[in-house]
C-alpha cells in the first residue's frame, strides 16, 4: 500500500478539486520562494549529464549507460563543493561515474545499486583496476586473433526473457551462446573480461535499440510492428563487434602508459558497491558519514529499466520472476510499479513522509491527477499511482540521505522535470522543498540552458512546454568538522 499520511492533507477538500490554473498559481508562489537559488550555469551542457562525454573516455567508455552523466560533471561539482576530503557517497550507482571519478580524486566512494548491468559493470572495472595482469591482456589480444568461439559445439542457448525473444539474427544467437561457453570455462579475472565486453555490444547486434521506456525493434525482427516500421540500419556481425570492443578495453589497460604502473600503483580511493535497492540499504549505513553525495536518480519519466536493460539482464542469467522483482524494487518511474509499503521500510520514512504530506504543490499535482485518472483523462491510468509513489520515495529517500550525510556536507542530484496530463511538474522545485522541510539549505538549483522538451504525444495535446534540467546543491545544516 502507499504510506498514509500523518498530517491532514484534505487542504482542497473544502473547495474544488485544483485546476491546471490552479497549480500553476502554486508553482509560481514556490518558484518565487526559490527564485534566488535558481541560477542557468552556462556551462552545464546536455553532454555533460548524459554518456555523450563520456564516449570517448578511457574506461568510461566501455559500456554506453545511457542513463550516466560525465566524469568531468563530478569532477566539475566535487571542485566548487569543496569537497576535498571524507567519503562519497551514490545511492543511485549505475554504472559508477560518481565512484570512479571520486576515487580518482584521492576520495573513498560508497554506491548502491539495484540493476545486475549496474554492478557488474562496477564490479568489472574494479577487478580490472586492481588485479588484471599484462599476460591477461595479451590473452585476450590472442582471443581477438583466433576467435575461438566459432570453434565451439553444442553451446547451451542464450538466456531469454519473453521480452527479449527473437531479438538477434539467427547466427548471431548461435555466436553468443558460443561465446559465451567458452568465456566461462575460462580463468575467473579472464571470464569476467570477455563477459563484460559481450554486455557492451548486445545492442549493436541485436534488432533492438534502448528508446526510454521500452526496446524499440526492427521491422527485420518479425514482430509485430506499428503503422510505422523501424529500420534501425546496420545490424553488426557478431565477430566484428566483440573484436572492436575487446581491442578498445585492451587499449585502454595498456593504453600510453607503463603496464606494470597500471598494474602495481596503489589507487588512490577505495570504492565499495552495495547490492540493491537504496530503500533498503540506506537505513543501515553509519549517520554523519559522508561529505558528500553526488547522484541522479531514476526520473519520473515513465523509463523502465528492466525493459531497455532487457538484453544485458537476460545474457546475465536474470530470468522472469527475477525481472520482475526487479522493477518492483526499484524507485517508482514506471506505471508498472506497485505502490510500495514505506511504513514497513526501516528508514526515515516518518520524517520524509511527513515532508511530503505537507508539500502543497505536491499534492494539489495529485489530487489533480487522481481527479483525471478517475474521469479517464490519462493515456495511462498508472501515472496517477507512479507519481505518488515517486515523490513519497524520494522524500524518504532525502531524508535518509540528509542522516548519513556529516554536518556541512553536500548533496548534488541531477534531475529533470516532467509533464503529465498538460500539467508541469517542477520537481526540482517540489523536491527542494522537501528537502528544506527535513533540514537540508537549498543552496542553488543549477539550470541547464537547454531544457528538456515534453513528449510529442503531450505536445500533440497540450503544446509545447520546456521543461527544466537542473542539478540541486543542499546541503546538510551545521559545521562540518572537517
Known amino acids: 500500500m502507499v504510506a498514509t499520511s500523518t498530517i491532514d492533507i484534505g487542504v482542497f477538500s473544502l473547495t474544488p478539486p485544483p485546476s491546471i490554473a490552479g497549480i500553476d498559481l502554486l508553482d509560481g508562489l514556490l518558484r518565487a520562494r526559490y527564485e534566488r537559488q535558481l541560477r542557468v550555469e552556462r556551462f552545464l551542457t546536455r553532454q555533460l549529464v548524459s554518456f555523450q562525454s563520456s564516449k570517448k573516455q578511457p574506461f568510461y567508455r566501455w559500456y554506453k549507460y545511457k542513463e550516466g552523466f560525465a566524469a568531468s560533471l563530478v569532477d566539475y561539482l566535487l571542485e566548487t563543493g569543496g569537497i576535498t576530503s571524507g567519503k562519497i557517497l551514490d545511492p543511485f550507482a549505475g554504472a559508477g561515474t560518481t565512484l570512479f571519478a571520486s576515487r580518482d580524486r584521492g576520495l573513498d566512494a560508497d554506491g548502491i545499486e539495484l540493476l545486475p548491468i549496474g554492478r557488474k559493470v562496477i564490479e568489472t572495472r574494479l577487478q580490472v583496476a586492481t588485479s588484471v595482469s599484462a599476460e591477461d591482456i595479451t590473452f585476450i589480444r590472442n582471443w581477438i586473433a583466433e576467435k575461438p ?9 542464450l538466456n531469454e526473457l519473453k521480452i527479449t525473444r527473437g531479438a538477434y539474427p539467427q547466427e548471431t544467437f548461435v555466436r553468443i551462446s558460443q561465446y559465451l561457453a567458452l568465456s566461462r570455462k575460462q580463468s575467473t579475472r579472464i571470464a569476467a573480461i570477455l563477459d563484460f565486453a559481450l554486455l557492451c555490444i548486445l545492442e549493436d547486434v541485436s534488432y533492438t535499440r534502448k528508446d526510454g521506456q521500452y526496446l524499440r525493434w526492427d521491422y527485420r525482427s518479425g514482430r509485430k510492428i506499428g503503422a510505422k516500421a523501424f529500420d534501425k540500419g546496420q545490424i553488426r556481425p557478431f565477430d566484428d563487434a566483440i573484436e572492436e570492443k575487446l581491442q578498445q578495453i585492451a587499449s585502454d589497460l595498456d593504453g600510453e602508459i607503463d603496464q606494470q604502473e597500471l598494474f602495481k600503483r596503489n589507487l588512490p580511493g577505495r570504492v565499495k558497491l552495495f547490492p540493491g535497492s537504496c530503500l533498503d540499504i540506506l537505513s543501515g549505513l553509519q549517520a554523519n558519514s559522508y561529505s558528500a553525495v553526488v547522484t541522479s536518480p531514476p526520473y519520473c519519466n515513465r523509463y523502465d529499466y528492466t525493459r531497455t ?94 542522516r548519513v ?78
Not at 568461439?149 to 542457448?157: H, I, T, Y
Not at 539482464?313 to 508498472?336: F, K, P
Request: hydrophobic share 40%; charged share 25%; glycine share 8%.
Open 149 to 157: 568461439w566459432r570453434m565451439v559445439d553444442d553451446a547451451p542457448p
Open 405 to 482: 550525510l556529516e554536518p556541512g556536507g553536500k548533496l548534488f542530484m541531477v534531475n529533470d522535470n516532467v509533464r503529465y496530463a498538460g500539467v508541469s511538474i517542477s520537481v526540482d522545485l517540489i523536491l527542494s522543498d522537501i528537502a528544506s522541510a527535513i533540514g537540508f539549505e537549498i543552496e542553488q538549483i543549477l539550470v541547464l540552458p537547454i531544457g528538456k522538451g515534453n513528449s510529442s504525444q503531450q505536445m500533440g495535446v497540450h503544446g509545447r512546454d520546456q521543461l527544466r534540467k537542473c542539478i540541486y546543491v543542499w546541503a546538510k545544516k551545521g559545521k562540518s568538522n572537517r
Open 309 to 402: 536493460y532487457a538484453l544485458e539482464l537476460a545474457a546475465l542469467g536474470v530470468n522472469q520472476e527475477e525481472l520482475s522483482d526487479l522493477r518492483q524494487a526499484m524507485l517508482s518511474c514506471t506505471v508498472e510499479n506497485r505502490p510500495k509499503d514505506l511504513a514497513a521500510l526501516p528508514g526515515q520514512w516518518k520524517i520524509g513522509i511527513a515532508a511530503a504530506d505537507r508539500q502543497e504543490l505536491l499534492q494539489a499535482i495529485l489530487e489533480f491527477l487522481d481527479k483525471e485518472r478517475s474521469e479517464n483523462r490519462l493515456n495511462n491510468s498508472g501515472i496517477a499511482r507512479m507519481v505518488r509513489g515517486y515523490f513519497y520515495e524520494m522524500s524518504c529517500t532525502i531524508a535518509d540521505l540528509h
